[in-house]
């Protein structure tokens, strides 16, 4: 694996190793050098983390398992903790579509000032909150006015 990782994909799970495979399956395939993904595993599940090392067992992909349960809150500082990405991208036990790891990769290398990335997503169908593009910002000042 590239040793320069521009973008970490931190997935952060819980209980759910069934959508965890629905997600490596969709991200998986996407990854190209200077991209990693790191699972923090907050559960006590044992199926999760025999699904990563037995069916995505690649130098692409490192996986945490908590000692204890951290809430959500602390599962997302100790995936961004334990990343190498000059960029973090947080994940739930989303599906990512084709093509969405090169369009971070487009945004994050054409602007490289930028410290926020708000990318659409879909629920049933349905964008999260409609917009004609993904939108960056610079600071967080310019997210709050945003949203």
């Known amino acids: 694996m590239n040793n320069k990782i521009i973008l970490s994909i931190g997935v952060i799970t819980y209980n759910q190793p069934k959508e965890l495979r629905r ?6 395939p ?17 199926e999760s983390e025999s699904i990563i090392r037995n069916e995505f067992n690649s130098p692409y992909v490192r996986y945490f398992k908590n000692k204890i349960n951290v809430g959500s809150e602390g599962n997302i500082l100790l995936a961004t903790e334990r990343s190498l990405g000059k960029y973090v991208w947080w994940l739930g036990d989303d599906e990512l579509k084709p093509g969405a790891i090169a369009h971070v990769l487009s945004i994050i290398k054409n602007n490289p000032e930028i410290s926020l990335i708000w ?29």
Do not use: C, T, W, Y
Not at 23 to 28: D, E, F, I, P, T
Not at 30 to 46: A, K, R, T
Not at 127 to 147: C, G, H, S, T, Y
């Open 23 to 28: 997600l490596m399956l969709s991200v998986l």
């Open 119 to 147: 990318i659409n997503f879909e629920v049933n169908g349905l964008l999260a909150r409609p917009l004609i593009q993904d939108k960056f910002f610079k600071d967080r000042n310019q997210v709050v006015e945003e949203f």
């Open 30 to 46: 996407q990854i190209e050098p200077g991209v990693e993904i790191v699972i923090n595993d907050n559960s006590d599940n044992l």
